[in-house]
Nanobody
Protein backbone atom coordinates (compact mmCIF):
# COMPACT_ATOMS: atom_id res chain seq x y z
CA UNK A 1 0.00 0.00 0.00
CA UNK A 2 1.02 3.56 -0.69
CA UNK A 3 -0.46 6.58 1.04
CA UNK A 4 -0.43 10.00 -0.61
CA UNK A 5 -1.20 13.30 1.10
CA UNK A 6 -1.33 16.55 -0.86
CA UNK A 7 -0.81 20.05 0.48
CA UNK A 8 -0.30 23.54 -0.86
CA UNK A 9 -3.55 24.32 -2.63
CA UNK A 10 -5.33 27.62 -2.29
CA UNK A 11 -6.63 30.73 -3.99
CA UNK A 12 -4.40 32.73 -6.32
CA UNK A 13 -4.90 35.43 -8.92
CA UNK A 14 -4.36 34.74 -12.59
CA UNK A 15 -0.68 34.98 -13.43
CA UNK A 16 0.34 33.90 -9.96
CA UNK A 17 2.09 30.79 -8.70
CA UNK A 18 1.43 27.94 -6.33
CA UNK A 19 3.47 24.95 -5.24
CA UNK A 20 1.75 21.69 -4.42
CA UNK A 21 3.45 18.96 -2.46
CA UNK A 22 2.64 15.27 -2.08
CA UNK A 23 3.96 13.27 0.88
CA UNK A 24 4.41 9.60 0.04
CA UNK A 25 4.38 6.86 2.65
CA UNK A 26 3.99 3.11 2.71
CA UNK A 27 5.67 0.96 0.11
CA UNK A 28 7.86 3.76 -1.19
CA UNK A 29 10.58 1.32 -2.24
CA UNK A 30 8.47 0.10 -5.16
CA UNK A 31 9.93 2.69 -7.56
CA UNK A 32 6.57 4.11 -8.50
CA UNK A 33 6.01 6.66 -11.22
CA UNK A 34 4.46 9.68 -9.52
CA UNK A 35 2.11 12.14 -11.12
CA UNK A 36 -0.59 14.74 -10.79
CA UNK A 37 -4.10 14.73 -12.18
CA UNK A 38 -6.83 17.31 -11.81
CA UNK A 39 -10.59 17.48 -11.94
CA UNK A 40 -12.22 20.76 -12.88
CA UNK A 41 -15.88 21.41 -12.00
CA UNK A 42 -18.14 19.43 -14.30
CA UNK A 43 -15.27 17.67 -16.05
CA UNK A 44 -13.54 14.32 -15.95
CA UNK A 45 -10.31 13.80 -14.07
CA UNK A 46 -7.43 14.54 -16.44
CA UNK A 47 -3.72 13.91 -16.58
CA UNK A 48 -1.42 16.84 -15.74
CA UNK A 49 2.12 15.50 -15.37
CA UNK A 50 4.23 12.49 -14.37
CA UNK A 51 7.80 11.75 -13.34
CA UNK A 52 9.71 8.48 -13.25
CA UNK A 53 11.58 7.07 -10.25
CA UNK A 54 14.97 8.61 -11.03
CA UNK A 55 13.41 11.72 -12.60
CA UNK A 56 14.87 10.73 -15.97
CA UNK A 57 11.52 11.21 -17.69
CA UNK A 58 8.92 13.91 -17.13
CA UNK A 59 5.83 14.40 -19.25
CA UNK A 60 3.22 17.14 -19.24
CA UNK A 61 -0.20 17.77 -20.65
CA UNK A 62 -0.06 20.30 -23.47
CA UNK A 63 -2.24 22.67 -21.44
CA UNK A 64 0.40 23.05 -18.72
CA UNK A 65 3.65 22.58 -20.66
CA UNK A 66 6.06 25.41 -20.00
CA UNK A 67 4.14 26.60 -16.94
CA UNK A 68 4.16 23.63 -14.56
CA UNK A 69 7.18 21.69 -13.31
CA UNK A 70 7.10 18.36 -11.49
CA UNK A 71 9.94 17.21 -9.26
CA UNK A 72 10.53 14.51 -6.68
CA UNK A 73 12.86 13.87 -3.78
CA UNK A 74 13.05 10.14 -3.11
CA UNK A 75 15.08 10.63 0.06
CA UNK A 76 12.29 12.76 1.50
CA UNK A 77 9.48 10.82 -0.19
CA UNK A 78 7.93 13.93 -1.67
CA UNK A 79 6.67 14.97 -5.08
CA UNK A 80 6.17 18.65 -5.85
CA UNK A 81 4.29 20.51 -8.54
CA UNK A 82 5.39 24.08 -9.19
CA UNK A 83 2.64 25.93 -11.03
CA UNK A 84 3.46 29.29 -12.61
CA UNK A 85 1.49 31.67 -14.81
CA UNK A 86 -1.73 30.20 -13.50
CA UNK A 87 -4.92 30.68 -15.48
CA UNK A 88 -8.56 30.53 -14.38
CA UNK A 89 -8.89 27.32 -16.40
CA UNK A 90 -6.34 25.70 -14.07
CA UNK A 91 -8.96 25.81 -11.32
CA UNK A 92 -9.51 22.23 -10.17
CA UNK A 93 -8.96 19.71 -7.45
CA UNK A 94 -5.43 18.40 -7.91
CA UNK A 95 -4.65 14.80 -7.07
CA UNK A 96 -1.32 13.14 -6.45
CA UNK A 97 -1.08 9.72 -8.07
CA UNK A 98 1.21 6.69 -8.05
CA UNK A 99 1.51 3.83 -10.52
CA UNK A 100 4.13 1.30 -11.66
CA UNK A 101 4.30 2.88 -15.13
CA UNK A 102 3.63 6.22 -16.79
CA UNK A 103 -0.07 6.31 -17.50
CA UNK A 104 -2.36 9.14 -18.52
CA UNK A 105 -5.50 7.06 -17.96
CA UNK A 106 -6.96 7.69 -14.48
CA UNK A 107 -8.52 4.22 -14.58
CA UNK A 108 -5.06 2.65 -14.50
CA UNK A 109 -3.67 4.56 -11.52
CA UNK A 110 -3.01 2.43 -8.45
CA UNK A 111 -3.02 5.02 -5.68
CA UNK A 112 -4.58 8.44 -5.18
CA UNK A 113 -4.32 11.21 -2.66
CA UNK A 114 -7.40 12.92 -1.30
CA UNK A 115 -6.92 16.00 -3.46
CA UNK A 116 -6.23 19.67 -2.85
CA UNK A 117 -8.25 22.58 -4.24
CA UNK A 118 -6.59 25.13 -6.49
CA UNK A 119 -8.66 28.17 -7.42
CA UNK A 120 -7.39 30.79 -9.85
CA UNK A 121 -9.33 34.03 -9.96
CA UNK A 122 -9.44 36.25 -13.02
Amino acid sequence: QVQLVESGGGLVQAGGSLRLSCAVSGRTSNNYVMGWFRRAPGKEREFVTAITWRSEITIYADSVKGRFTISRDNAKNTVDLQMNSLKPEDTAVYYCAAAPFINKDPQKINYWGQGTQVTVSS
